[in-house]
């Protein structure tokens, strides 16, 4: 109660000032009055009364300065006429204001984008009920399909059949929900039209009840539809709804046909909901497990290809759950040895089951980026030093030529906590003007850096627009900046001495301030070294990365991704189709050369398997080898190169002789003393290991990792199967070598591809060289970004040098002219105020440097072909900067030769 | 002492205003007086420390102030304890003697 009296009353006072001075005026008044009367009833004359009762009391000015001071709305007010005066100071200097707000918008800016990704990254919960009781089964990232044992003995993938034991005798979950860790491709017809790319998911029907999302029409899924006789339904992206359909209500219960099947559209999710990761282009579509179309997955106990979350019950802790969910995996893993290959029964006991907190559900972009991250963070902070540094240095010159001016007001009284306050006041203010500015710039900035990083996504689920704690965060930023860029100028100003003031002082050439100035020229000289080598290590780890060989040729190639199974083709069909996409797509116009394979190199697609050797003892000390299928005149239509043998030919048909073809890892680590050419390999096991032979050997390239070395890898035609086994590995890639710009080209291969069968699904069509690009949006965007911060600080530290040595010029006019009137030349006076400037690039490069060297151990796990320290880096951004430096203290230094000594001794 | 009025022990001004005008409604002026006639000539407060901690008084609800005309026709604030005032005047009242035959106490040991 007594708190809101106070306030209230505080409020009064502050918004009907004139009337409670008055009242105040009227009562001290009395009080002198009364005191007088009494004075002059015992004797004394009028004026010696109130001369009395002053002496006595005190006089009422003070009084009543004292009671207004004590209440808190004063507080309120003299903040009040310090933002006034900051602001009118700000507006006297126009030039000064403009560059410090510039400054500070990109800074607190750069910092907001960058807080924007990590809140959506890694502080964001899912747009779900109580997320916090959410935990998954497992603790990494693990993919995508899987037999036996797991590594580390952590299990993260579990068989449909694991999935369905751990939710029916774990009570502690509410919902325990398994779905696929990928997103699947999907081909949707809607009223006979074009069949057109979707993504979908494929999830148990309790998923979105274990995520405690409802629908937002229609309704979602429900444990019926687990079923396999049930009748197909799907459930629709929001995202999806608005953009592909325009809200349309009657999508909602309409039927669609979703690969080749016709499918209700049960209902929408509600607006944000994105899934159970973020992830660029979520699902479109969530659909249940039992419809997945590779059919195989489900009632095979030996597949393990799901993640499982679930809601635990309120009031259990995980780690009982867990404990018990370990004993329930080892027994069901025990009780079924056939799933288990034999050499991974030992390692039973050792598996284990680690509950995860879900509250952001699985956390894939946070493993991805979260180095990223960090690295970018750190370079926003320096940025933001730089610029704190740089305003500081601008407010400091700026002090000294009002340095007279605050002695005048210490010498009248001034308390210099009050002139701390108020100087304080107006860098704050600076800053949150500055952080408003910086608001713009972190939501275009947020968006760049979300292009970049997903280049080649079509759709992100996250929203650049500052959120609620965005703005919080960018208002702690600005209130934090300003006060770090204010408080060594105001304290400086503070301490300017009275005796200056009357003595028409500023002749000393040795101040506190101009010390502090050139040690913050020093410190951005430094921060903005250590930024330009970082950028320079990251820039050559990128171009190392795009320009390395990968074993193969992007110019003038087009991908284009297509999946036929998706279209209802089967088996016996895909000879037809596959012969027709060849003849038809070599006879566009332009097209060099066209082929066909299952997937790709780097287009995100690898497959590995076991293989066996004949004649040899299975080696189980190497990951198993990736494989691929390939048509006739692929490694000619990728650019791969053949080293010896032949390749896969027209001739390499079911029927004929089945052959292989294998790469150069391959070959060494199989056959490391003998000739491959003529020996046989196969998969599944030992029986087989006669399948293939090897027919050629090919140089290596990369499909997956972009760093490592390729992987071991052999290369089977599109259809050869061993007798009485169906093809695994259905063409999804078509590569064509073109004459020209391959995006010219797309037209031609759409129409071509529809002549060939309207219904196939054409997933995307993108250039080689723009599929290998988009491996290395992570490396770009931070070398693009280390880059372009990096360029601010030179600005900010140039324009630092040139403020500071101009203000020494300034200063020390007087002084030159003094010397050149003794007989100095130009050249005397250049290296008299070069010296000066140099002194300061080379303490900040004697500093930033080991500085930089230091930094770039922590960066090196991020780099390519670089390593921490490069002699030639280092010379590179070292001599920018020493240019970019020279050139900015020259122009003051110039100034300072054509001043005219008769001038100079003139003035003052 | 006797020559120059003596400082409040910090934080009794407020105590010694309530107990003033738990005798009867009175001015700043008339309280000033009061204090100094009840003290015998040893608190003088000055009209800022007094106006102040009138002002802290009246926000904290212990004593309300009122424009009525006083004993000579002048216009002045009559302030009245309020019931919270009253019982703050109890209760700290009650807190000062037991804290001053502490000190006593402490003070007369031997």
């Not at chain 1, 029986?687 to 052999?714: C, L, M, N, Q, W």
């Not at chain 1, 064509?736 to 699904?761: C, F, M, Q, W």
């Not at chain 2, 002492?1 to 009867?24: N, Y």
Request: with cysteine; net charge neutral.
């Amino acid at each position: 109660m007594s708190l809101l009296r106070n306030i209230a009353s505080g409020l009064r006072s502050l918004f009907r000032k004139e009337r409670v001075s008055h009242d105040l005026d009227d009562e001290l008044n009395g009080f002198l009055e009364m005191a007088a009367e009494e004075k002059m009833k015992r004797g004394m004359s009028r004026r010696d009364a109130f001369r009395a009762v002053r002496l006595e009391r005190g006089s009422l000015e003070v009084a009543k300065e004292i009671v207004c001071s004590a209440a808190w709305e004063s507080f309120v007010e003299t903040c009040w006429a310090d933002i006034r005066f900051g602001l009118r100071t700000l507006r006297k200097s126009p030039a000064f204001t403009a560059v410090a707000l510039l400054t500070l918008a990109l800074g607190i800016g750069a910092n907001t984008a960058i807080f924007t990704l990590i809140h959506a990254v890694m502080l964001k919960s899912l747009p779900v009920a109580s997320p916090t009781q959410l935990y998954r089964l497992g603790d990494n990232n693990s993919c995508c399909v899987m037999v036996g044992t797991q590594e580390g003995g952590s299990f993260v993938l579990y068989s449909y059949a694991l999935y369905e034991n751990l939710r029916d005798h774990t009570p502690e979950f509410g919902e325990l929900a398994a779905f696929e860790p990928w997103t699947s491709d999907l081909s949707v017809r809607r009223n006979g039209s074009a069949a057109e790319p979707y993504r979908g998911e494929f999830v148990s029907a309790n998923y979105f009840n274990t995520l405690g999302v409802r629908a937002f029409a229609g309704r979602l899924l429900a444990p019926p539809d687990d079923s396999a006789s049930a009748p197909r339904v799907a459930v629709m992206n929001y995202h999806t709804w608005q953009q592909r359909f325009g809200l349309d209500p009657s999508v909602i219960g309409s039927t669609l046909n979703i690969n080749g099947v016709p499918c209700a559209i049960a209902g929408v999710t509600p607006p944000g909901f994105y899934g159970d990761t973020l992830r660029s282009d979520p699902p479109d579509f969530w659909l249940p497990l039992a419809t997945d179309p590779e059919k195989w997955r489900l009632p095979n106990a030996a597949v393990e290809w799901l993640y499982l979350v679930g809601r635990l019950k309120s009031g259990f802790a995980p780690e009982p759950v867990q404990a018990r969910l370990t004993v329930e995996l080892q027994e069901w893993l025990s009780s079924h040895r056939e799933v288990i290959p034999d050499r991974d029964l030992k390692d039973i006991p050792r598996q284990y089951i680690h509950l995860t907190p879900a509250a952001r559900g699985v956390e894939k972009l946070r493993t991805d980026y979260e180095t990223g991250l960090h690295l970018l963070v750190t370079l926003s902070a320096l940025l933001l030093l730089i610029a704190c540094a740089n305003i500081a240095n601008l407010l400091l010159a700026r002090g000294s030529a009002n340095g007279s001016q605050m002695a005048v007001r210490l010498a009248l009284g001034a308390p210099r906590h009050r002139l701390i306050r108020q100087m304080l006041t107006e860098s704050v203010l600076l800053a949150l003007m500055g952080g408003a500015a910086g608001l713009y710039v972190a939501y275009a900035g947020t968006r760049t850096i979300l292009l970049l990083a997903f280049r080649g996504a079509s759709y992100v689920p996250i929203d650049a627009r500052p959120s609620l704690p965005v703005l919080g965060f960018s208002i702690l930023l600005s209130l934090m900046t300003g006060i770090v860029f204010g408080i060594l100028p105001a304290w400086t100003a503070s301490q300017s001495d009275p005796l200056d003031a009357l003595r028409g002082a500023g002749r000393s050439t040795g101040d506190r301030a101009s010390v502090l100035q050139k040690s913050l020229v020093v410190a951005q000289v430094a921060f903005s070294i250590a930024l330009l080598i970082a950028a320079g290590l990251v820039t050559q780890s990128l171009r190392n990365l795009e320009g390395q060989h990968f074993g193969f040729v992007t110019d003038g190639r087009l991908i284009v991704n297509i999946a036929p199974s998706l279209s209802g083709y089967t088996l016996d069909k895909l000879d037809g189709l596959y012969q027709r996409l060849e003849e038809t797509m070599q006879q566009i116009p332009g097209v060099l050369t066209a082929s066909l394979s299952w997937y790709s190199p780097l287009g995100g697609n690898n497959a590995s398997e076991r293989v066996y050797i004949q004649g040899k003892a299975p080696d189980y000390r190497w990951t198993a080898p990736s494989w691929d299928r390939v048509g006739p005149h692929y490694f000619e239509a990728i650019g791969t190169r053949l080293l010896r043998g032949r390749v896969i030919e027209e001739r390499d048909r079911p029927g004929g002789l089945n052959v292989a073809v294998i790469n150069e890892t391959f070959a060494r680590r199989f056959f490391p003393n003998e000739d491959p050419i003529g020996q046989h390999l196969g998969m599944t096991d030992v029986s087989h290991s006669g399948d293939y032979e090897i027919v050629g050997i090919v140089e290596d390239a990369k499909y997956k990792d972009t760093r490592g070395p390729a992987y071991a890898t052999f290369f089977l035609p599109l259809l050869q199967t061993p007798p009485g086994e169906s093809v695994r590995g259905w063409v999804g890639a078509i590569e064509l070598h073109v004459a020209g710009k391959p995006e010219n080209l797309e037209p031609a291969a759409r129409k071509t591809l529809a002549d060939v069968d309207p219904n196939l699904p054409v997933l995307n069509m993108v250039s080689f060289g723009e599929q290998v690009a988009h491996n290395f949006n992570q490396e770009r965007l931070i070398a693009r970004l280390t880059e372009l911060f990096g360029a601010l600080a030179l600005i900010l530290a140039c324009v630092g040098l040139y403020g500071v040595t101009a203000y020494g010029v300034a200063r020390r006019t007087n002084e030159i002219g003094i010397r050149m009137a003794l007989g100095a030349d130009r050249r005397n006076v250049l290296g008299l105020v070069l010296r000066a400037a140099l002194t300061q690039l080379g303490m900040g490069l004697a500093m930033g440097i080991p500085a930089a060297l230091a930094g770039g151990r922590v960066l090196v796990s991020q780099l390519y072909g670089v390593k921490s320290y490069d002699p030639m880096i280092i010379g590179v951004a070292a001599a920018v900067l020493a240019a970019c430096a020279v050139l900015a203290a020259l122009v003051p230094a110039r100034r300072a030769t054509r001043v005219d000594p008769i001038v100079a001794l003139h003035y003052e | 002492m006797a020559d120059k009025p003596s400082d409040l022990v910090q934080g009794t001004l407020d105590m010694l205003i309530l107990k003033t005008l738990a005798l009867e409604p009175m001015h700043g002026y008339g309280i000033a007086v009061r204090l100094e006639q009840m003290s015998q000539g040893v608190f003088r407060p000055n009209a800022g420390s007094l106006f102040m901690a009138i002002q802290r008084l009246q926000r904290d609800g212990l004593i309300k102030g009122e424009w009525k005309s006083s004993e000579n026709n002048r216009r002045a604030k009559y302030y009245v304890l309020t019931d919270q005032g009253r019982k703050r005047l109890n209760s700290e009242t009650r807190e000062w003697g037991r804290q001053v035959a502490a000190i006593a106490r402490i003070l007369e040991a031997s």
